[in-house]
């Protein structure tokens, strides 16, 4: 198995700014698109668990937080072979002690590139 292909490493960094972007402008239609759809998608985070596309986007939905910033630092994405991929990033906020830490992991679907798993912790 090839790690870090460059092209599928280019791919999957588009897709991951693209999640990135869309959080910050809490696009929640973008956000819904880049998560696999299936009742086995799995979110781990400081508000629960979420098990499923479904209660993902309820979630999502129910958050009013509008625009935000944040600045990412030690984002490492490995892929392996052409169709898996994990994405590690920390972030901070101007307006926020502490760091962030976000991790996915992507698989290529036939739609696209799309996020299974994903955790959001924070450390104060």
Do not use: C
Request: aromatic share 10%; proline share 3%.
């Amino acid at each position: 198995m090839e790690i870090n292909i460059p092209e599928i490493v280019a791919e999957v960094t588009e897709a991951f700014m693209k999640y990135e972007k869309a959080g910050l402008e809490n696009d929640v239609e973008m956000i819904n698109e880049l998560f696999w759809n299936d009742e086995k998608t799995l979110r781990y985070g400081p508000n629960g668990t979420l098990v499923s596309h479904a209660a993902l986007s309820a979630f999502r939905r129910s958050q009013d937080i509008g625009a935000w910033e944040r600045t990412l630092k030690d984002t490492y994405i490995v892929t392996f072979g052409r169709d898996f991929a994990v994405a590690n990033t920390e972030s901070t906020r101007s307006t926020a002690d502490g760091i962030n830490r976000q991790s996915q992991t992507w698989v290529r679907m036939p739609e696209g590139w799309r996020i299974v798993s994903a955790h959001v912790s924070e450390q104060p």
